[in-house]
């Protein structure tokens, strides 16, 4: 009895941490996170990632002040280029202050780290 209730605990326990690692691994700042933003590109992150939060705003699609909700002229991601000539604001305002974007639907505080990542491994693409 007191022999199978160890091995089914050790079935359990070991299912679950093979289960947890690879979140906890992705978890972690310092190198292991910086690694996964250098495998992060603009057509498989950065694009789809501006369409849900930026956009909206940020458009050249856009073209007067209240289609573009105030988001100022000439500020728009939906070019590569765009986002290249901000990145550093963009850096500061949706991943380090997270004061962008405005309203909603807003990026989770995962999506702002892998933003992040992907700006300072230089914005591969
Ligand atoms: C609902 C509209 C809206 C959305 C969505 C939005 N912004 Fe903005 N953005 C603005 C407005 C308005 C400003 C002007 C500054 C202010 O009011 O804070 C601005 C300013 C900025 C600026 C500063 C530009 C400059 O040159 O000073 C950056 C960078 C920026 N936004 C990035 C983003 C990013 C990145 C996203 C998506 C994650 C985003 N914004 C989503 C409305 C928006």
């Keep these: ?8 605990t050790a079935v359990v ?10 979140g906890r691994v992705r978890a972690q ?3 292991a996170r ?5 495998g992060l590109t603009y057509a498989g992150f950065a694009k789809p990632f501006v369409e ?3 956009l909206r705003c940020h458009s050249s699609a856009n073209r007067n002040f209240f289609t573009r909700r105030g988001a100022p002229k000439g500020v728009d991601f939906d070019a590569y280029a765009g986002i290249c000539e ?11 202050e997270a004061k962008m974007p405005k309203g909603k639907p807003k990026p989770t505080r995962e999506e702002r ?3 992040g990542a992907w700006l300072d491994c230089g914005l591969p693409r």
């Design 34 to 38: 910086a690694l996964e933003g250098c």
């Design 52 to 54: 849900s939060y930026c």
């Design 113 to 115: 780290e892998r933003l």
């Design 29 to 31: 700042p310092g190198p």
């Design 13 to 22: 326990l070991g299912g679950f941490l093979l289960h947890a690692e690879p």
């Design 86 to 96: 901000k990145s550093a604001k963009i850096k500061r305002l949706a991943v380090l």
């Design 1 to 8: 009895m007191k022999t199978r209730q160890i091995v089914w």
